[in-house]
């Protein structure tokens, strides 16, 4: 470590304070410049010579020396009662910044979106928290994209892409756009063939916080991602909400994979137009530097991989989305049969 650095007269080679004082302060304690070596794991010569930069840089002579011994100077004692204090303030500096680095202890300060904290990382922190009771988890829940260096983050979850440059994201899982529905809703109001048939239906629309603006659904034409507007039935800017009225068969609603795997794996809801899902969203796990973080922010990190990347209960595959769409709908045309007869 160096506190700073400067140069001796007519000597281009800048010099370490630190390591001069270190070894100047071992060497008056020891009464030797060879144990002090020994103390800091060099040489009897390293020693010997960083005491005479240190001479040179000061202009003073510390130490009288002779074959076997070395004795403080007046102005070898006056500074070392100076520099002592300081240099074992230092030490202890040092001492306290590595253990806190390697130590499981500590604050912790974790930026997510509000939307997602339930389902996926409100398990996470429980676990995190049982295995580390004495970290304090600073959880900041806000669907905005902030500032990394402003906002004091350690780790970050977010959708999409990177929130700022020089930061380093590792994609945890995809995130599907998925146009459902209850099986009640279907039953009443029937299913959908087409994108175009949806404006035959009730429909829900997400509120951008920030805008107040709908936003439109965005579903997949091809190889494309494309926004297909609605006229919304109800809007709002929780996803909780239009997942609740969508259980309740009030709305077809486009959510997140996150929100609609595990009601489309009971029953509960049922995929329509699924040609049309979305897959271009990420979830994703942001830091700023795995090797400067401490190990606190490390174990958190490799709990949020272990947990997280690729988890199955927040996503749906292919032949999922499939199989559910078409036991949906045979369940609500034989519903619909049934009442007519």
Known sequence: MKICQTQIDNDP??????????????????????????????TAQAASQAVVQLEQHLGVRLFHRTTRKIALTGEGREFLESARPALVGLERAVALAKRAVDGMSGPLRIIGPRSMFVPVLCPLLDEY???HPDVQLDVNLDDRIGNWVEDRVDVGFRIGPS????VIARRLFTMQLIICASPEYLKRHGTPRTLDELALHKCSGFRQPSTGNIIPWRVRSGEAIVEHSIVPALSTNVEDVEVEAALAGRVI????????????????????????VADHLGFFLY?????????????????????????????????????????GLQRARKSIASRRT
Do not use: C
């Not at 071992?26 to 060099?42: H, I, M, V």
């Not at 795995?290 to 292919?318: I, K, T, Y």
């Open 287 to 327: 830091y700023g530097s795995r090797r400067a973080q401490p190990a606190r922010a490390r174990a958190f990190m490799d709990l949020a991989v272990q947990r997280l990347q690729g988890n199955s209960a927040f996503e749906l595959s292919s032949k999922e989305l499939a199989a559910a769409e078409a036991s």
């Open 13 to 42: 080679v800048p010099i370490n304070e630190y390591r001069l004082i270190s070894t100047f302060v071992r060497a008056a304690e020891l009464g030797s410049f060879r144990k002090a070596a020994l103390a800091q794991g060099t």
């Open 253 to 276: 609603a486009s959510l997140t994979s996150i929100a609609a795997a595990g009601p489309i794996r009971d029953g509960r809801l049922v995929p329509v137009l699924t040609p049309h």
């Open 129 to 131: 928290s049982r295995q």
């Open 163 to 166: 929130p700022a440059d020089g």
